[in-house]
């Protein structure tokens, strides 16, 4: 069984776009702008301080999920025992979040009632 084309092929003989036949000036040319786009909103992780939550396990926790060395981490956790509550880092929304929703769950995880918010940096 042999397959070949039996004619030739045509080119396009006509274009596919409609032209305009003249104009009578009253066309509107439109600039382009370049759009300027804000940076994201960024929001602080805050951990707050609590009476039951060992220090070297808060240690850890800013360790881990926050990527800080162990003497920043812990200079983190004594502002927070001192003052209440501590910056632990700033990130877009999403990412505060989920920072957020891993430090809550591995304090559950340890039976520890460590609490752990985001709130926008202003």
Known sequence: MVFMATKKPS????PTTPVREGDSGNSVVLERRTQKVKPPK??????????FTPMEFVVLVIQEFFSKDRETATQIMLKIHLDGKGVCGVYSRDVAATKVDQVLEAAK??????????????
């Open 11 to 14: 080119l396009p003989t006509a």
């Open 42 to 51: 960024m929001y602080q992780v805050v951990m707050l301080n609590d009476d």
């Open 109 to 122: 995880q340890h039976g520890h009632p460590l609490q752990c918010v985001s709130e926008p940096v202003e």
